[in-house]
């Protein structure tokens, strides 16, 4: 089991900078590929970053379409912590932010199906 807790969010203006952080407790977290997804009012829930798990030599970082070169996944094993740098933020950014881990993967999948640890989400709202 691994429990995942997400903070961080808040309220922010366009072009303002946040950085989700998510703690990991349970299993080996280091061995733990890890994912942000987020879900807007009205929205499915979409893959936003994701990083591999650190047993391989080189971490593999994955980025939606939407968020890539604003936004940045990494990992800190010695602290359980995954986080996620979002700069220049805009108002479609606005969503509840979730961590994501599996286990059954060693690659940073989009798929949200092979997540098997969710956070409970963190609310992340950009004003115009």
């Known amino acids: 089991q691994v429990q995942l807790v997400e903070s961080g969010g808040g309220l922010v203006q366009a072009g303002d900078s946040l950085r989700l952080s998510c703690a990991a407790s349970?299993?080996?977290?280091?061995?733990?590929?890890m994912g942000w997804f987020r879900q807007a009012p009205g929205k499915e829930r979409e893959f936003v970053a994701g990083?591999?798990?650190?047993?391989?030599?080189?971490?593999?970082?994955d980025y939606a379409d939407s968020v890539k070169g604003r936004f940045t996944i990494s990992r800190d094993n010695a602290k359980n912590t995954v986080y996620l740098q979002m700069n220049s933020l805009k108002p479609e950014d606005t969503a509840v932010y979730y961590c994501?881990?599996?286990?059954?993967?060693?690659?940073?999948?989009?798929?949200?199906?092979?997540?098997?640890?969710w956070g409970q989400g963190t609310q992340v709202t950009v004003s115009s």
């Open positions: 994501a881990g599996s286990f059954r993967t060693s690659a940073a999948r989009r798929d949200s199906a092979v997540y098997d640890y």
């Open positions: 349970g299993r080996t977290f280091s061995s733990c590929t």
């Open positions: 990083i591999s798990w650190s047993g391989i030599i080189t971490l593999y970082t």
